[in-house]
């Protein structure tokens, strides 16, 4: 008999006997039939319910080592993804996917980092040690064996701090955007140069305005007289040649244009060598007028009223401090050259400038004329002093931007208790006058006290330029006409809103704003409708390099 014996835990003995065999031919080897454990009856063939511990201990001693491995796997590949590892641990064992995992993982952080009390930065170094790029972001994260709760705050800082640089900037650019309307671009200024030389060594340059012939339809009230006050020579050849070419009946129009002494050699010189033959043309220096005594204390105590105000809101916005920036940057086209032009205001004085005419019509130096405008001399104004759009083409009763709330200071009882804060204001730049009517009125006188008004209360009123005291100085004495006439606005970023078919079709369209058509900040679609009206083959306008 040949005993084996194992000693294991739960297992005494074990008893392997050969005492019954089977031979293979005359020497085979002997192969055991049977085996029984200690106890039993020889020969009898019983397997004993201990004797299947010992592969039940061996499976389950191999399956704890896969264990063991596994877990530890998982422990080491879950700890640069998991902020918790026995979360990762759970779904991992028990059938999550990685993906699964990553994804709740993610968004656990990003909702706390969304949640965080330290607007994102949720304990991170200053924003000046944060990556500043994606690459760097990553080499961070994988260097220093960073979780996803710490990509997420990281991540949400960058953002955080990229918004802040992109918002700066965008202001900057609309200051610089801003800036760039208050100059004069060197080509018009080349041609004022130009011109005027012109006029100083060419007669026919310095010709009379109009010719003798024409002198009587300056005052003869049966002709359409266009106003033009401007010190802009190039704006002021497209204003004219643009309504000329809209006209059907361009020889019944006259133009009076009122310039200031040092423009007036060359806007003359421009018109005498560039003569228009189907319409009459004259040009006035301010230095030419003789007014009354009463007419020229008014005119230098209104300019110097508006340059006070003007200087006043300069100084508010140099006080501000620099949480309200992008307010300055609302205030800043209050302060362009025309805030203190004496041009742009002497318009309150019209019946003054022209006191032989009855009826006229004004358009700004940036206004084009797409459609003739003829009918306008013929409207009814209904007693009243000036024909005027409101809503400019955006539909019924809308003037988005041109409310009484955004010219006035609604906070100072003068105002609030006088005006209506939703109320929409008129367009300046094209209207028509009738100067029998306004005659009749105070309104100049109105105008003026309204001034005085504000200087006596620190300049608080009303933001600077010429409508808001305008806006007062005529209530009562506006006509509402049909928003086709004119659209306003097209200086300003929001006209993108308006389709090119509305700006086809209006009779005046008007660059108000900041990017005037002569300077290149304006979007091109939109200048294209005040180029196509420049004369581009005209020596002066290529000496001077102008472009369309």
Known sequence: MMKFYISTTGIKKLTISSSAAVRSGGGGVGLPVGMKGKGSSPGTRRISHRTLLLPAVLVLGLLLSLLFF???????ESAAFCSSSLGCLGWRIFGGSDST??????MRALLEATNDGDNGIGGIESSSSLPSSFNDLVKDMTSNGQDIKAFAFKTKAMIMKMEQLAESARHHES?????ASHGVPRGIHCLTLKLAEEYAENAAARSRLPSPQYVSRLTDRSFHHVVLLTDNVLAASVVVSSTIKSS?????????????KKTYTAMHAWFAVNSINSAVLEVRGLHQYDWSHEVNIGIKEMIEIHRLICSHKLDSMK?????NEHEHEKDLQYLRPSCTSLLNHLRIYIPELFPDLDKVVLLDDDTVVQRDISSLWELDLNGKVVGAAFDSGCGDDCCPGRKYKDYFNFTSPIISSRLDYNRCGWLYGMNVFDLQAWRKTSITATYHHWLKLSLNSGFELWNPGALPPSLIAFEGHVHRIDPSWHIAGLGYRSIMNITGSVLEDVAVVHFSG???PWLEIGAPEIRSLWNRHVNMSNEFIRKCGIMG
């Not at 200051?175 to 800036?179: A, G, S, V």
């Open 70 to 76: 596994r877990i530890t796997f998982i422990m080491l």
């Open 101 to 106: 995992l990553l994804r709740e993982e993610l």
């Open 175 to 179: 200051i610089f955007w801003h800036l």
């Open 248 to 260: 059907s009946i361009p020889e019944r129009l006259v133009f009076h244009i009122v310039t200031d």
């Open 319 to 323: 006080r501000e401090i620099v949480a």
């Open 514 to 516: 900041p990017a005037k």
